[in-house]
Each structure stands twice: as structure tokens, then as C-alpha cells.
């Protein structure tokens, strides 16, 4: 089983901001794949379903951002999740707009949420597909993450939002991160 887990911060405030680009990028691969959160339960909205032969949960934690481990910890827990089955789809502010990298572990990056997962987790081994936001200009980072994207940012995001749904394809048959940090990175 697999837990393909986007980062977000609930509520219609925040929808469609910079900071909700993992909430962003899971719907779109609901849309692609006519699939929707049907369940309300540990503390997020998540929906379980057969994905190319293998059972996944699609998860939306509602904990805001810098909780977001405890929603992702109590599905992975209940559900007898390992941490190197769980992909998290997050922004990142360190890469330019769109772009796109994948690792298999590592140290939060001062993202709050990866925080939150790791602390709750009690791991740094999950799975990131993180893509760039890129640091604000002339801005404060809470004033640029709260802020949907331009025109221009958001047709990058497009393409990256549908690479993902490759990305999380593979990732779902089973392709180890090296694999994937090969072919997207």
C-alpha cells in the first residue's frame, strides 16, 4: 500500500496560493484520474483506491501546513503504511517555479510541514516531490506563499502538475527513488 500524502493549508483562503501547491498538484491527479476525497477521517480529507493493481490512499491533511504530520502519521499508522511507501507532495520555495525534484529523505529544508511529518513519522525516510515556488522579490515569504500564482507562474505549475502525474504513477508501480530521481530530476 502506498499514501500519496499534498501539502496545503485548508479552507477557501487558501486555496489555489503558492503554499497550497501539494493540495494544488493531488487534485489535479484526482481530475486525471476521475478520482475524489470521499472520506473525512485523520484529521485530513483522503479517499482509498486500486491504482494499477495497488491499493493507495490519496490524502489532503486539514491540519494546516505546520501539522500536517499528524494526519499523515495517523493514516500511515492505521493503515500499517512503512515511511519509504509515502510520497509527499510539497512546495518549495528554494527552486525556481515549476520545477520539479524528488528525494527519498532528508532533512525538512525549513518547510514546517516536512517538519511536522518528520517529528510525527519519527522519520526522515518518506518519499518528497517537491516543487518550486521559487524565494519571494520585494515581498515578505508569508505575503508570497499566501498569494495565488500569475499567469505566467501558474502555466509552469500546469506542466509541472502534470509531470507529477507521472511521477506519481511510478512512484504507485512500485519504481524506487532512484528511479524517479533519474528520470524527473
Do not use: C
Amino acid at each position: 500500500m502506498k499514501i500519496i500524502a499534498g501539502l496545503g493549508n485548508p479552507g477557501q483562503k487558501y486555496d489555489k496560493t503558492k503554499h497550497n501547491t501539494g493540495f494544488m498538484t493531488l487534485d489535479h491527479y484526482l481530475n486525471e484520474k476521475g478520482l475524489s476525497l470521499d472520506k473525512d477521517k485523520f484529521e485530513g480529507h483522503w479517499t482509498k483506491q486500486k491504482i494499477n493493481g495497488e491499493d493507495v490512499i490519496l490524502l489532503e491533511p486539514q491540519t494546516y501546513m505546520n501539522e500536517s504530520g499528524r494526519s499523515v502519521s495517523q493514516i500511515a499508522n492505521f493503515f500499517k503504511v512503512a515511511p519509504e511507501d509515502v510520497l509527499i507532495i510539497q512546495d518549495d520555495m528554494d527552486m525556481p517555479i515549476g520545477k520539479i525534484r524528488i528525494r527519498a529523505n532528508g532533512k525538512s529544508g525549513g518547510h514546517n510541514g516536512i517538519k511536522s511529518i518528520i517529528r510525527d513519522l519519527g522519520t526522515e525516510k518518506f518519499n518528497r516531490l517537491k516543487i518550486g515556488i521559487r524565494h519571494p522579490k520585494n515581498t515578505t515569504v508569508v505575503s508570497w506563499v499566501l498569494t495565488p500564482f500569475n499567469d505566467e507562474q501558474q502555466k509552469l505549475m500546469d506542466d509541472a502538475f502534470d509531470t507529477s502525474v507521472k511521477i506519481i504513477d511510478d512512484f504507485i508501480a512500485g519504481r524506487d527513488s532512484q528511479y524517479l530521481m533519474n528520470k524527473y530530476n
